[in-house]
């Protein structure tokens, strides 16, 4: 396993020796002589053991004074997968940074969010990633912005903003700061297709008009092997007509983000990631959006998606030791858990899907989003509609529900928690926490818990042993099925990936978003 715990700096330094892509995003190599840091694939000269510094994430080399390397670009690599393993605060408030929160909300928010003081926040963060809270959301903005000067044509103020900094001047030397080139030169080196937003530059305060059909080209780092074929299967298979479609290849949605509406339209054509040696690669995104304010936080909701941070290969060494699980690991390396772009949405979808057929629930929630949800003009075909918030489904009389009057009002009152606070499903929340409050709410049983753990809190470790699918899957593939119940506590600390593997088994092929609504 790839953990970070596991290494000392002999054994890291081995690492970048090696360059071993497998620890690229786990930790970063700092060269004392040269004042740069490195991912560990770095193709330059390994320097001398004596002359590197080893830093758990890149806000920390760069509060060292290091800048990012030209040839390797560090910070294009996937985050470390032990961020949903621990889950501790620490790594709860990297993933609430990375949503933007500290730049919407000041360090005051997010530790109000997470229940500490900020000086008891900022001591955690440092002592586990090497940086206070200012300093990691720095980094993502940095990040955000080269991705957008190599990739999109946007002025250079559009850029500023839509990456999260507050003025142009605090952006022109954060670049020049990281990168050690000023945002001119880094656009003059993107190599990319490049489609910006059209219009002119907009402060902090303005949003685009209600017209702006600009569109955003943008990379989206992943490690490999990575299942594309298998992710987009599962999210067509479970699609909502209105809010989400997908055709052969692509997959796309509607979002409803901090400072307004905007779409995601990913490719998930490509079949050779799957069979891709170790290491890094890009993913295609498009997002559509209101307020260019809103490109952090849309980006992180796409990385959430595709569970792009996972690190597939710790995940098939553990789980292919097991006879049951070996063959469908080889026959889908780099399978995904599938995440989501919002844990209050993906918690009421679960409680209507409950004792029902997928197709059942697509049929349901497609009426609820259809009464329910605010329309939204995207630009996408078959894109018409948000999915309603916890607030507007708070306030539905549980007997109007397309659903048994049961399940309808364990609905509302889900959403009357949610909308409350009750329940909180951002990723900064405790997932104990997150159950108990759960199961303590009317018509919510361990199955829907666990199930929101998995996929809105990216738990990794989770396993359904009262799931129909999950003993429909055994029983095909010619096991006890409580013999495969039981030998699921083997399979810690993957067990959400171990019952990717057994649904894969039952699969359908991918629906078009037209025999979905249907």
């Known amino acids: 396993m790839t953990q970070t715990a596991d290494l000392d700096d002999d054994a890291r330094y081995a690492a970048i020796a090696a360059r071993d892509r497998r620890f690229d995003g786990l930790f970063f190599t700092a060269v004392l002589s ?38 390797c670009l560090p910070d294009a690599t996937p985050g470390s997968p032990e961020w949903d393993v621990r889950a501790g605060t620490a790594d709860r408030a990297v993933r609430l940074i990375a949503d933007g929160v500290v730049d919407r909300d000041g360090v005051q928010g997010l530790a109000d969010r997470l229940g500490y003081t900020p000086r008891h926040l900022g001591r955690l963060l440092v002592e586990q990633h090497g940086a206070g809270p200012l300093a990691l959301a720095r980094a993502r903005r940095a990040q955000n912005a080269r991705v957008l000067l190599e990739t999109t044509d946007l002025g250079l103020a559009d850029v500023a903003f839509a990456a999260g900094f507050s003025s142009v001047r605090q952006f022109n030397e954060t670049v020049r700061a990281v990168y050690d080139a000023t945002p ?57 007509p209105g809010v989400e479609t ?97 844990g209050a949405e993906t918690a009421l979808r679960t409680v209507v899907g409950q004792q029902i ?73 405790g997932r104990a926490d997150v159950r108990e409050r759960l199961l303590a709410l009317t018509g919510i ?37 409580a013999e495969v119940v039981a030998r699921s506590a083997g399979w810690s600390p993957w067990r959400s990936y171990a019952l990717m593997h057994l649904w894969q088994t039952l699969m359908p092929p991918t629906p078009t978003s037209q025999e979905a609504a249907r």
Not at 44 to 61: L, N, Y
Not at 214 to 221: C, K, M, S
Request: with cysteine.
């Open 445 to 481: 049983g361990p199955w829907t818990a666990d199930y929101v753990a998995m996929r809105a809190l990216a738990d990794p470790d989770v396993f359904l042993p009262t799931d129909v699918g999950v003993r429909t899957a055994a029983t095909r593939l010619g096991h006890d099925p």
């Open 246 to 342: 997908a055709e052969d290849g692509w997959y796309a949605r509607t979002l409803d983000l901090p400072h307004g509406a905007g779409t995601l339209r990913l490719d998930l054509a490509d079949t050779t990631l799957a069979s891709a040696a170790p290491g890094t690669a890009q993913l295609h995104l498009e997002l559509r959006l209101a307020d260019l304010r809103d490109t952090g936080a849309a980006l992180e909701r796409a990385r959430r998606l595709v569970d792009a941070d996972a690190d597939p290969g710790a995940v098939a060494a553990h789980l292919a030791a097991d006879p049951v699980l070996a063959p469908l690991v080889g026959e889908h390396p780099g399978l995904r858990v599938p995440g989501q772009v919002d």
């Open 357 to 429: 057929s997928v197709s059942g629930a697509r049929t349901v929630l497609g009426r609820v989003v259809a009464e329910h949800g605010a329309r939204v003009e995207t630009g996408l075909p078959g894109l018409t509609r948000l999915f309603p918030g916890a607030d507007v489904l708070a306030a539905v009389d549980p007997e109007t529900l397309p659903m048994p009057r049961a399940r309808g009002r364990a609905l509302v009152g889900l959403a009357a928690a949610l909308a409350a606070g009750e329940v909180d499903l951002e990723r900064g929340a």
């Open 34 to 71: 040269t004042g740069i840091y490195c991912r560990p694939s770095c193709p330059a000269r390994t320097p001398a053991r004596e002359r590197v510094r080893f830093h758990p994430s890149a806000a920390s080399a760069q509060e060292a004074g290091f800048r990012a390397c030209k040839r």
């Open 184 to 240: 001119s030169h880094l656009r003059a080196r993107g190599v990319h297709p490049r489609a910006g937003w059209r219009g002119g530059a907009r402060g902090p305060g303005d949003e685009a008009s209600h017209g702006d059909d600009g569109v955003l080209r943008l990379r989206l780092a992943v490690r490999t092997p990575f299942d594309a074929p298998a992710l987009l299967d599962f999210l067509a298979y479970h699609l909502v």
